[in-house]
């Protein structure tokens, strides 16, 4: 699609910010490295990344090759496929044979995998809430958490050039950096206790970094965590990451205990249940308390204070309350990943802890506050930091961090971009809510603010979780220049995590491309009952691609320096020049 069939889509943009039309953006955007970090994090579907001079880029968003080795596996054909063992069957209700293959349904499912491997999209450059391929096509992207205030916001790339243009980066020697503003502003929207700020280059290392802490102010040893969840993948924290060390059929560490999600849809006490919150509350009371029984000494709980990566399930606040009470009982620090949450997004409080009346010992926030510029930072009190003795020193700011920080500040404040997260996120879930009654697919719609999660099912009635049809989702929105991404244990939970300068325009074209997607999926398809249990089992993957840290499939074959080269010569637009940023 040529990029003027979505025009209107982009003269629609946000409020307040002043950006001008498209070619005006694309003297921000074009070709500048921050835009290649900035499709990052959320970005379930980037499937390769190709670096070439120091300012082209271009990464494939296309993904869902994963699990299924053949066209019969995708639709979990129970005895040939690496996806046989449980997996659901289905067929179309008006036919009783069983020959799956030669289902609608099925066919669809087929070929969209293959033109999913055929035609991998490909990014090269990326404005606001904006992703741009190789002909120039715009895209709406709906995932990238991590491109916080938006997608080479230029006040961002501005911040960040001119700091690179003009500081120096030193390591190894005192020397006085003079005034940071960063740690001052950011203080402004904590609680005063959490006064000391450890700065780190990614998520997972700030999550390395408070699992340190905590080991060494309570002399614990072990971790709670909560089941599913994703706190980075690096060696010591992919084990506090049931969603890594499971798909990669690892073994829980022994130090690290699972409780489950309170997920009311899906999980083991559902609504309907008054008692449900009661119940995950006593089943975690026991994990906790088998920790001192069997001699052992809890250092830490670790979790999401809304469980995004695991599937977007909303705690109540009663049972995060009820959590963070039974750790300190039993001697643990209780650290809040604000990774995705964070920053505004839940609308209603800047840090969604605050949005679930807890006060984390140790917060993580993490790469949305550069706007995708590799920065993160371990927040804590001066007693618990000061554990590192002299080593505190190694996580200092760097002037490109304060800069960049500085900048994702002021534009979250000028923007009024926490206002908007509410007022588009309810929009959102409103219209979504519509588009449930309408579709049997949908079983289910949550979220907060700018944060939403919806299930896609079999049926409204089995709950079972429809993972094929997501994908196909996801493929077919594609097409129509939205991209989304599928989450959750099951993969069947379509995410929606946009940058925050999402528009009520963005929503409407969003839930319209839904409908149609969903309108055209042949109708009366349900998984055949008793074929499979609703926790499908870990996928087994092929050897040729290798699972990212979300389960990001990467398939490990090079595009030839031939077409590398005609996809730059593609773009279009001027060369970056920091004077446009004026
Ligand atoms: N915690 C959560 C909740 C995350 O989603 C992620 C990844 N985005 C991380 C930690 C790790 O962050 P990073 O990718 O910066 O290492």
Redesign the pocket.
């Known amino acids: 699609m040529p990029v003027t069939a979505n025009e209107n889509m982009s003269r629609k943009r946000s409020r307040k910010r002043k950006v001008g039309d498209d070619d005006t953006d694309n003297l921000h955007s074009q070709q500048h490295p921050l835009a290649a970090a900035s499709i ?3 970005d379930y579907n980037v499937v390769r990344m190709l670096q070439g001079n120091n300012d082209d880029f271009a990464v494939e968003v296309g993904g869902m090759m994963d699990s299924f080795s053949s066209p019969a596996a995708v639709v979990g054909q129970s005895s040939t496929s690496s996806f046989s063992s449980g997996a659901p069957t289905f067929r179309a209700n008006q036919e009783e044979s069983t020959d799956v293959t030669n289902d609608p349904l099925v066919k669809m499912f087929q070929s969209f995998r293959l033109n999913q491997e055929q035609r991998p999209l490909k990014i090269v450059r990326s404005s606001y809430q904006y992703l741009y391929d190789t002909t120039n096509s715009e895209y709406l992207d709906c995932v990238n ?2 491109s916080h205030v938006g997608h080479c916001h230029p006040a961002v790339v501005k911040a960040a050039a001119a700091s690179m243009e003009r500081d120096p980066s030193i390591t190894g020697m005192d020397i006085d950096h003079g005034e940071m503003k960063y740690p001052d502003k950011l203080r402004q929207t904590l609680p005063h206790y959490l006064d000391t700020f450890l700065f780190c ?7 390395d970094l408070a699992l340190q802490l905590s080991t060494l102010h309570t002399g614990g040893t072990d971790a709670v965590v909560t089941d599913n ?6 060696g010591s ?1 992919h084990h506090l ?1 049931p969603k890594v060390f499971k798909a990669n059929n690892m073994t829980k560490a022994d130090w690290v205990h699972i409780l489950a999600m309170p997920d009311l849809y899906r999980g083991q006490y559902q609504h309907g249940d008054p008692e449900a919150v009661h119940k995950y509350l006593s089943d975690a009371r026991q994990v906790i308390e088998s920790i001192t029984q069997s001699g052992r000494k809890l250092a830490c709980f670790i979790a ?1 204070p809304m469980l ?2 695991p599937g977007m399930v909303i705690p109540s606040a009663a049972w995060l309350q009820e959590i963070y009470k039974m750790v300190r009982e039993a001697g643990g620090l209780c650290i809040a ?5 964070g920053l505004g997004r839940v609308g209603s409080h800047f840090w969604s802890f605050q949005a679930q009346g807890v006060g984390p010992d140790i917060l ?1 926030i ?2 949305n506050i550069g706007n995708g510029y ?1 920065m ?1 930072l371990v927040a804590t009190s001066r007693e618990i930091a000061a554990v590192l003795g002299d080593r505190i020193k190694e996580y200092g700011c760097s002037r490109m961090m304060d800069a960049v920080g500085c900048a994702v500040l002021e534009v979250l404040q000028e923007e009024h971009l926490m206002t908007a997260a509410m007022s588009v996120g309810k929009y959102l879930r409103e219209q979504l809510t519509i588009l449930q009654h309408k579709h049997d697919y949908i079983g289910d719609v949550r979220g907060l603010g700018l944060m939403v999660g919806l299930e896609v099912v079999w049926s409204k009635e089995s709950k079972r979780p429809a993972r094929e049809v997501a994908e196909h989702i996801i493929y077919k929105m594609k097409e129509e220049n939205v991209i989304l991404a599928c989450e959750g244990y099951n993969r069947n939970i379509l995410m929606m995590m946009p940058p925050m300068c999402f528009t009520r325009d963005n929503v409407v074209h969003l839930v319209q491309q839904l409908d149609k997607v969903l309108s055209e999926l042949p109708r009366h398809c349900y998984p055949v009952e008793g074929s499979a249990p609703v926790f499908c089992p870990p996928v087994v993957h092929q050897s040729t691609v290798s699972e990212g ?2 389960g990001i499939l990467q398939p490990q074959e090079e595009e030839d320096e031939e077409d590398q080269l005609a996809s730059r010569e593609n773009l279009e637009g001027p060369k970056h020049n920091y004077q446009d940023l004026d």
């Open positions: 990052r994090g959320l958490s991590v280059n990614s998520g997972s290392e700030a999550v969840a994703f706190h980075g993948s690096i924290v990451s999401e995004v990566v990943d604000e990774v995705q949450a993580i993490g790469k590799p993160a840290r979300l």
